[in-house]
């Protein structure tokens, strides 16, 4: 399993950022995904999940009505478009499959988001 983030960076609060993860070793159709993130002195917490065909998916509180996120079964990629960001969205965000019995938890190397005037 590889899962490969891009699309961080420095934003102003108030932007726009696109996260995009490249998966790759599974058959990525048929696997939910999700996006986590950890800020600095903070455990990791659970951000979206979008299950294997792309209708369903989740959002912590915080950031329902300003993230999206989505997924290209052809491309094997999964996205996660944040508007309206704030600096406490700043943290490094990390891709996420869980399979497997017993349950295996696979993270990409994470990308950096930074909110900040």
């Known amino acids: 399993v590889q899962l490969v983030e891009s699309g961080g960076g420095l934003v102003q609060p108030g932007g726009s950022l696109r996260l995009s993860c490249a998966a790759s070793g599974f058959t990525f159709s048929r696997s939910a995904m999700s996006w986590f993130r950890q800020a600095p002195g903070k455990e990791r917490e659970l951000v979206a999940t979008?299950?294997?065909?792309?209708?369903?998916?989740y959002y912590v509180d915080s950031v329902k009505g300003r993230f999206t996120i989505s997924r290209d079964n052809t491309k094997n990629t999964v996205y996660l478009q944040m508007n309206s960001l704030k600096s406490e969205d700043t943290a490094v965000y990390y891709c996420?499959?869980?399979?497997?019995?017993?349950?295996?938890?696979?993270w990409g190397q994470g990308t950096q988001v930074t909110v900040s005037s």
């Open positions: 979008v299950t294997s065909g792309g209708v369903g998916t």
């Open positions: 996420n499959l869980q399979r497997g019995q017993p349950l295996v938890a696979y």
